[in-house]
């Protein structure tokens, strides 16, 4: 039991932490249409949140909320991948002042949005049912995600002289942290022995055609990745994390049992 | 915003089939690139609440409309024939509410 709680946790704080960064660009879109299309995204990866923290409360049984998985645990509890909690910053990460890029926002949704079809199709067919009904319905929510995201891919790196430049940048600075998509956790490792998750190493081939065909129409290029290897998922953060739950967080811990 | 981008992009006419069996209406318009992305922000725009199932979208380049400064001679006409509205027959009972 406590395998599908953990495994449901990391599923759930990939979907609040990308909702939450996603959600930074609310009112300050790049234009009008493209500010709801992204906030779509955002409610729709906070509306899996709220699914998986609901079923994860649900099965610990002792009175949890899903109010008190999203807002009340620290950094360190937190299971998702690194690549979701980075600013829009690019490759200027580390600087106060330094402007969001679109660029990095679109090439990290797409990362995620072309793991999460797969393994959401996969999750169809886990045994614990409910998370079952949650794949079949976030499935097609990410599969718009990604179309979304490998639109504007293919529009920046096929683009001007400049949106090439930040796409590629954005791609050479992100694609090493889905490093940590292919280890698996031991969270994941019991979530797969007790058929409740999917064996994300299976699913790398699928991921690898995604990215490469988009990549290539988008007349980017693909970094060798090596060295380093992230390791949200086991709870060990970059320092972007603390400040994104801390703006996120500050209003339920302000306002404890607070109601609207 | 970008305003450079607004001015380069063009505007899009936005219709859209509420379910299966109406009309599309039209109920808006938008900047976009080109068709696929003016369908897909549209989708985004126009149908967050469930308004649809089916989408149009049409060049506004590609409508010409009437022009108001003709209104007088366009729809001033057909103001005193009342005759061509059919509300000059007595409908029989058993046909009921038409």
Known sequence: MSATIDYL????DNAVVLGQRDAEWCGHGPILEEDLALANVSLDLIGQARL???RAAELKGDGTTEDQLAY???SQAFRNYTLLELPHHGALVGYAVADRDYAATIVRNFLYSALMVHVWDALQTSADSTLAGIAAKSLKEATYHLHHSRDWLVRMGDGTDESHARAQAAVNHLLPYTEEFWTVSPAEAAAVEAGVGVDVRSLRGAWDALVNDALAEATLTRPQVRGYVPQGKVGLHS????FLLAEMQS???????GCW | MNTTALKEWPLWEIFVRSKQGLEHKHCGSLHAADASQALHMARDVYTRRQEGVSIWVVPSAAITASNPDEKGEFFDPAADKIYRHPTFYEIPDEVGHM
């Open chain 1, 9 to 12: 946790l990391h599923l759930a």
């Open chain 1, 239 to 242: 320092e972007h994390l603390g």
């Open chain 1, 52 to 54: 998986l923290y609901q």
């Open chain 1, 251 to 257: 209003l339920a811990r302000a306002h404890p049992d």
């Open chain 1, 72 to 74: 009340f645990r620290d």
